[in-house]
């Protein structure tokens, strides 16, 4: 924990994101911020790239000076501080090398959770092709735990994966990088049982679920992994933080709110209740 900050009322444990923002509001910062409130928690950020999008897709990116993204870092975890910290698209390698250090100077002993962003549900890169290997070696050793859909973890271990036993060994590939915990989702596996398989050091679990067959599913991949740095910032395991992550994530998919033209938003408030 780093900070000053004794929170009081409802709000428990701090998390500090660091990614790129989403118009569309359906992913990256927008959809982070809901789901770290929607679950209790207090959302800070870090900008790491502005992005001109909705759910057809991205139509422009603007990274942020590597320089100001550390900056905003700093500020925020001098004051407010963080229990947990949170990294999604961070779009280039310089940013990544500037964000590492950040992370390394001022909040190394608070756990990290990272989402590798790689590319858009439209098929946009999101980020650099040659920045890869910066993100596996700068920023996957420091993780609590990483959270790579399938072809984030094709990118980053260069292994093809068709199914269950795939998984296992480009998990345990990533492991081997240095992160505490891999949670590899399975959702780009095409079959109507899902797996997300969840290796650490002491083991594996597996989480099972059935498909939704929804367009509605902009913005998964941020909103758990916003979802599990906020449940380490609340003092969870890994494990009991990815199963209350999942469960947040299917109904906010279950209750989406059904906008847009493409790939749609979930629905991040439905653990909020109504004022009338």
Excluded: W
Aim: with cysteine; glycine share 10%.
């Amino acid at each position: 924990m780093t900070g000053g900050s004794e929170m009081t009322g409802s709000v428990k444990g701090r998390v500090l994101i660091v990614a790129g923002s989403d118009s569309g509001g359906g992913a990256g910062i927008q959809a982070d911020i809901k789901a770290v409130s929607a679950l209790g928690a207090f959302a800070s950020t870090a900008i790491a790239a502005l992005t001109a999008q909705n759910t057809t897709g991205v139509y422009g990116v603007v990274p942020v000076d590597p320089a100001f993204v550390a900056l905003q870092m700093k500020v925020v975890l001098e004051d407010i501080g963080a229990d947990a910290v949170k990294i999604g698209m961070l779009a280039n390698a310089p940013v990544i090398e500037a964000v590492a250090a950040e992370y390394e100077a001022r909040a190394v002993n608070v756990p990290l959770v990272l989402d590798p962003v790689m590319i858009a549900k439209s098929g946009h890169h999101l980020l650099d092709p040659d920045a890869v290997v910066t993100l596996r070696k700068r920023l996957l050793p420091l993780a609590e735990v990483v959270t790579p859909n399938l072809p984030e973890a094709e990118a980053l271990t260069d292994l093809p994966i068709r199914d269950l036993d795939d998984m296992r060994r480009a998990a345990e590939l990533m492991l081997s990088f240095g992160p505490k915990s891999v949670l590899l989702k399975g959702g780009h596996l095409e079959d109507d049982s899902l797996y997300d398989l969840l290796l650490t050091e002491e083991g594996e679990t597996v989480f099972q679920g059935k498909r939704v067959h929804t367009p509605h599913t902009h913005g998964t991949g941020c909103t758990l992994s916003s979802a599990i740095a906020a449940g380490l910032a609340q003092g969870l395991g890994t494990r009991d933080a990815v199963a209350r992550a999942r469960r947040y994530v299917e109904t906010a998919i279950l209750t989406a709110p059904g906008l847009g033209h493409g790939h749609g938003p979930l629905n991040h408030l439905h653990t909020v209740r109504e004022f009338s």
